[in-house]
């Protein structure tokens, strides 16, 4: 599976962004995904994550209200809205797949890995 993360980009804080991953190499419509960001300096974090359907999801804390992950199935992608945001945003945004039914969060339980999409957030 490969993943292009694209849709990241330079925004004020209070800004929007939609982040997509298009997967290819294989149908990822059965597999459970999810996004993951990391800062300078700071280790890699779960952010989000989605089952196969998109039926059910999972969010960090820090993200819940904001962040909103969803998937198109029939596109073999899946996005990330990003509202409300924050300096502490600012990371380089990745995707990745869980070769099971999905929302898992913990890093070493995906599978297959996207090549990241700046995100900074002024102030």
């Known amino acids: 599976v490969q993943l292009q993360a694209s849709g990241g980009g330079l925004v004020q804080a209070g800004g929007s962004l939609r982040l997509s991953c298009a997967a290819s190499g294989r149908a990822v419509s059965s597999y459970g995904m999810g996004w993951f960001r990391q800062a300078p300096g700071k280790e890699r974090e779960f952010v989000a994550a989605i089952n196969w359907n998109g039926g059910s999801t999972y969010y960090t804390d820090s993200v819940k209200g904001r962040f909103t992950i969803s998937r198109n199935n029939a596109k073999n992608t899946v996005y990330l809205q990003m509202n409300s945001l924050k300096p502490e945003d600012t990371a380089v945004y990745y995707c990745?797949?869980?070769?099971?039914?999905?929302?898992?969060?913990?890093?070493?339980?995906?599978?297959?890995w996207g090549q990241g999409t700046q995100v900074t957030v002024s102030s």
């Open positions: 990745a797949v869980d070769l099971t039914m999905g929302l898992r969060h913990e890093i070493y339980e995906y599978d297959y």
